[in-house]
């Protein structure tokens, strides 16, 4: 199908072709397949149509056609040749367009025209040019009823639209009483839950308020504990300081001689003692550290300076042939940082190095990684376990099996640099593999 398909043309003249124009606007309606519905949509909207143009003292010419619209086929119905403007009409039959699919009213070379559309259903039958040659025949030989054959039919459509009427009506009341049920359902639902969330909302605030009650219970305790280290280790230093300098005095030359056992024990009570020394400084400077008593001092460090004075302090450490001391020329000429809690933390990570290396090397260098600043202390050591990396920088925690070669570890070193990296404003991690040695690195802001 190419262009439109005429069916019939008839003209609009009197009253009486109102009922003749109905009637034929269903039967085309009918055989070019559209339902009972749409049938009498149609036949009623051209009807109206009609009634409006002989209502304004003119006549017509009514055309039924075919024609492609789209990928659809739609029946066109055509009122034209009006003398009424397009305007008018437009007013008068606005209400119309809501029976079919689409009206316009517009003015022609002829005249005015209103035309209406219905679309075809994809399953109505194919209307192909023989069939359109029979509807035409049918169409010609229709034989109009009366008025009164019209009421009739009218009357049979209404009271089929008003049956159908009640059963959407029955259904929708069917529906809406399955609706209140299913919301009296939901509103059950909410309420359970609204309670079940109530319910757990108490049970979360008394949780935060547990938790909260928890969190002063454990800073309390850790301050506690912190003024506890601070003031036993301050009372320990003075007898421990005491003790290393009498076992001094016990084995200066200007002393009564000892036998050589005594001499022994005296060594023994003094390494025991300067062991002590040790861990009591070290349990000192921890507490200040958690206690937050230290405030850095912020300046611009030389690098080039602090390395040179790690080299020659250090050094004396690295009494071993086995192993190179190395503290390479910084790449970083300054810093601005704490010069002494810096240095602290870097001789903390050397000379924990140097106690765990038998054999290769110990290495300190610095780089710059965009705004920051790494500090890298590497050693040939005996490396640590993946899983023990957090591990070591807890308090009092040593390597399972590891064995300082020179002094005794307290376990509290790793853990006062990291402190000490916080509160520099940087962070202190290790990449370590057994047997391979370990690598501390002490990332810094560089200003």
């Given at each position: 199908?190419?262009?439109?398909?005429?069916l019939l043309?008839?003209?609009?003249?009197?009253?009486?072709?109102?009922?003749?124009?109905?009637q034929?606007?269903?039967e085309?309606?009918r055989?070019?397949?559209?339902?009972?519905?749409?049938?009498?949509?149609?036949?009623?909207?051209?009807?109206?149509?009609?009634?409006?143009?002989?209502?304004?003292?003119?006549?017509?010419e009514?055309?039924?056609a075919?024609r492609?619209d789209?990928?659809?086929?739609?029946?066109?119905?055509?009122?034209?040749r009006?003398?009424?403007?397009?305007?008018?009409?437009?007013?008068?039959?606005?209400?119309?367009?809501?029976?079919?699919d689409?009206?316009?009213?517009?003015?022609?070379e002829t005249?005015?025209?209103?035309?209406?559309?219905?679309?075809?259903?994809?399953?109505?039958?194919r209307?192909?040019p023989?069939r359109?040659?029979?509807?035409r025949?049918?169409?010609?030989?229709?034989v109009?009823?009366?008025?009164?054959?019209?009421?009739?039919?009218?009357?049979?459509?209404?009271?089929?639209?008003?049956?159908?009427?009640?059963a959407?009506?029955?259904?929708l009341?069917?529906l809406n009483e399955?609706?209140e049920?299913?919301n009296?359902?939901?509103?059950?639902l909410?309420?359970?839950?609204?309670?079940?969330?109530?319910?757990?909302?108490?049970?979360?605030v008394?949780?935060?308020?547990?938790?909260d009650?928890?969190?002063?219970?454990?800073?309390?305790?850790?301050?506690?504990?912190?003024?506890?280290?601070?003031?036993?280790?301050?009372?320990?230093r003075?007898?421990?300081?005491?003790?290393i300098?009498?076992?001094?005095?016990?084995?200066?030359?200007?002393?009564?001689p000892?036998?050589?056992?005594?001499?022994?024990q005296?060594e023994l009570?003094?390494?025991?003692?300067?062991?002590?020394?040790?861990?009591?400084?070290?349990?000192?400077?921890?507490?200040?550290?958690?206690?937050g008593r230290?405030?850095?001092?912020?300046?611009?460090?030389?690098?080039?300076?602090?390395?040179?004075?790690?080299r020659?302090t250090?050094?004396?450490?690295a009494?071993?042939?086995?192993?190179?001391f190395?503290?390479?020329?910084?790449?970083?000429?300054?810093?601005r940082?704490?010069e002494v809690?810096?240095?602290r933390?870097?001789?903390?990570?050397?000379?924990?190095?140097?106690?765990?290396?038998?054999?290769?090397e110990?290495?300190?260098?610095?780089?710059?990684?965009?705004?920051?600043?790494?500090?890298?202390?590497?050693?040939?050591?005996?490396?640590?376990a993946?899983?023990?990396h957090?591990?070591?920088?807890?308090?009092f925690?040593?390597v399972?099996?590891?064995k300082?070669l020179?002094?005794k570890?307290?376990?509290?070193?790793?853990p006062?640099?990291?402190?000490?990296?916080?509160i520099?404003g940087?962070?202190?991690?290790v990449?370590?593999?057994?047997?391979?040695?370990?690598t501390?690195?002490?990332r810094l802001?560089s200003?």
């Amino acid at each position: 199908m190419t262009g439109p398909q005429p069916l019939l043309t008839m003209r609009l003249r009197v009253a009486q072709d109102v009922f003749l124009i109905r009637q034929l606007a269903r039967e085309v309606a009918r055989e070019v397949g559209l339902e009972q519905q749409d049938q009498t949509r149609i036949a009623t909207a051209l009807s109206e149509v009609s009634r409006v143009v002989l209502g304004g003292y003119t006549d017509a010419e009514v055309t039924f056609a075919i024609r492609p619209d789209g990928v659809s086929t739609i029946l066109r119905v055509s009122v034209e040749r009006l003398t009424l403007g397009a305007a008018r009409l437009r007013a008068e039959l606005g209400h119309v367009g809501r029976l079919v699919d689409k009206m316009e009213v517009e003015d022609g070379e002829t005249g005015t025209v209103v035309w209406m559309a219905r679309r075809l259903s994809a399953s109505a039958p194919r209307l192909t040019p023989e069939r359109l040659e029979e509807i035409r025949a049918g169409l010609s030989a229709h034989v109009p009823g009366s008025p009164l054959d019209e009421l009739n039919v009218q009357n049979q459509q209404l009271v089929t639209a008003l049956n159908e009427v009640r059963a959407q009506r029955d259904e929708l009341a069917r529906l809406n009483e399955e609706l209140e049920e299913t919301n009296r359902g939901v509103m059950a639902l909410y309420h359970q839950l609204s309670e079940e969330l109530e319910e757990t909302n108490r049970g979360v605030v008394a949780l935060y308020a547990e938790l909260d009650e928890k969190s002063e219970q454990l800073a309390a305790a850790s301050e506690a504990k912190s003024r506890f280290l601070a003031n036993v280790s301050h009372e320990l230093r003075a007898p421990v300081t005491a003790i290393i300098g009498l076992s001094r005095l016990l084995g200066d030359e200007s002393s009564d001689p000892l036998t050589t056992e005594q001499r022994r024990q005296v060594e023994l009570i003094r390494g025991s003692a300067s062991d002590l020394l040790t861990l009591v400084n070290d349990l000192l400077d921890l507490a200040k550290a958690e206690a937050g008593r230290i405030e850095p001092t912020w300046g611009q460090v030389d690098l080039k300076a602090m390395f040179g004075q790690l080299r020659g302090t250090l050094r004396p450490l690295a009494t071993r042939d086995e192993v190179t001391f190395s503290v390479d020329e910084p790449a970083v000429s300054s810093i601005r940082s704490d010069e002494v809690l810096l240095a602290r933390v870097l001789r903390n990570l050397l000379t924990n190095a140097l106690k765990f290396t038998a054999e290769g090397e110990v290495r300190l260098t610095v780089r710059a990684i965009g705004d920051d600043v790494e500090f890298v202390v590497s050693d040939t050591g005996s490396g640590i376990a993946p899983e023990l990396h957090e591990r070591i920088f807890e308090e009092f925690y040593q390597v399972p099996g590891s064995k300082a070669l020179s002094g005794k570890g307290t376990g509290l070193g790793l853990p006062y640099a990291r402190r000490l990296a916080g509160i520099l404003g940087g962070a202190l991690r290790v990449d370590s593999t057994p047997g391979e040695g370990s690598t501390f690195t002490l990332r810094l802001p560089s200003s």
